[in-house]
């Protein structure tokens, strides 16, 4: 199965059709997972902006949500 690391900045592996792990996952806003999950398979280019917007929320350390080099 294929994987790629989670965005959250928790350090686990995810599937390759799942966006983050469950738990960063539900760390995430609801306003940013609904685009991710709304436009999977069905608008890539709106699905990209989606997922850019989700990372740029985990990486902001002035909101607190960035977690980098921890693991859940």
């Known amino acids: 199965m294929k994987t790629h690391t989670c965005p959250g ?8 059709h799942h966006f983050a792990c469950r738990n960063c996952w539900g760390r995430l806003p609801t306003d940013l997972r609904q685009p991710i999950s709304v436009t999977y398979q069905r608008d890539p280019d709106a699905h990209m902006e ?7 929320w985990y990486a902001d350390p002035e909101s607190g ?8």
């Open 50 to 56: 989606a997922m850019a917007d989700a990372m740029e």
């Open 65 to 72: 949500n960035a977690r980098k080099g921890t693991r859940a």
């Open 9 to 16: 900045g928790c350090g686990h592996r995810v599937p390759r």
